[in-house]
């Protein structure tokens, strides 16, 4: 029986959700052809949380879904305790499934006196009893020698590039533009994919909200009509729409954004709204997207097969580069 159609033993695997993401751990559950267990959770009246799973986990493989999105704090006690009661159950293995790891981004200790806060996190998840995470674009490649088990940082990019096929943009006149050298390789992967010229954009952060674009991508793009962004995330919107402005400066028409992570939070909506050259807005399910927060231009690819598929080959115990070897994500 092919590996993809093998299906997992319910009795030796239990799938958990915090209260992040449900719909994309349901996702992850439905396609690997097991329920997804019940979990339990309240507040005591000094405001402690209450988390009880739902199922036995003794001598089993646990996987546990849990998005580090708003309230990130809470979501992240969560997925602690969530660990540690697998792990004080007796569980064979505990698998952390992380969509999006927030923390990925203070990966650097740039001011005084500041936390590295992805390698305390990560320190957090093993003492929690965390065997293995899986995650999805971490913001930083450094960041994932912060964990001290194995961890495998998966990609969107062949869910982004089967439906941007379907487009068939003419590489003559369509580029993909990095918004900053840090993403350049990513985004050059995501291009050559799908035929098409790359350039990279240099950008210097003011503030969270704030940045300012080199203007070393005008001449890059010059000539071309149409632009896609190709970014990790996009959380307040004022990287991509100062971008945008540039792209449009040096003779863009069209603009299209593609994103792992979509969070879209303060006035990022009205920032992109605001662009109607902006034709699409290309994310993920990593961060469960509310309908106050979403424009009519959005689209949301599901990351479930990617979670499912990583799943079920480390239950089958086969390697996970193999998985995406075709999508060349690590040369």
Request: proline share 5%; net charge negative.
């Amino acid at each position: 029986m092919d590996i993809f159609t093998e299906p997992l033993d319910p009795e030796d695997v239990r799938l958990f959700s915090g209260r992040s993401n449900p719909e994309l751990a349901q996702g992850i559950a439905d396609l690997l052809g097991i329920p997804l267990a019940e979990t339990h959770f309240a507040r005591f009246s000094n405001d402690n949380l209450y988390v009880q799973l739902g199922a036995s986990v003794r001598s089993r493989k646990v996987y546990i879904v849990q998005s580090l999105v708003p309230p990130v704090s809470d979501h992240l006690v969560e997925l602690l305790m969530m660990l540690d009661i697998a792990k004080g159950a007796a569980a064979r293995e505990v698998h952390a499934v992380i969509p999006y790891f927030s923390y990925a981004r203070s990966d650097k200790k740039d001011a005084p006196r500041i936390s590295i806060t992805a390698r305390l996190v990560a320190d957090l998840l093993a003492t929690a009893g965390a065997t293995h995470v899986m995650t999805m674009r971490l913001h930083s490649a450094q960041a994932h020698g912060f964990f001290s088990m194995p961890a495998d940082p998966l990609t969107a990019r062949g869910l982004f590039v089967d439906y941007f096929q379907q487009h068939q943009f003419d590489p003559a006149d369509t580029v993909v533009v990095a918004p900053d050298v840090g993403s350049a390789k990513s985004a050059g992967r995501f291009a050559e994919s799908l035929g098409l010229p790359v350039a990279a954009a240099y950008k210097t952060r003011l503030s969270d909200s704030q940045v300012h674009i080199g203007g070393l991508v005008g001449r890059q793009v010059r000539g071309f009509r149409r632009a896609i962004i190709h970014d990790d995330e996009i959380a307040t919107g004022g990287t991509v729409v100062e971008l945008c402005r540039l792209l449009l400066d040096n003779g863009v028409e069209d603009i299209y954004l593609v994103c792992t992570h979509g969070l879209f939070l303060g006035k990022a909506k009205e920032r992109l709204g605001a662009i109607p050259q902006i034709r699409e807005i290309v994310s993920t399910d990593t961060v469960p997207l509310p309908e106050e927060r979403r424009l009519p231009n959005m689209v949301t690819l599901s990351s479930a097969p990617v979670f499912a598929g990583a799943i079920r080959h480390n239950y089958f115990r086969r390697s996970i580069g193999e998985f995406f070897a075709f999508w060349d994500e690590e040369r």
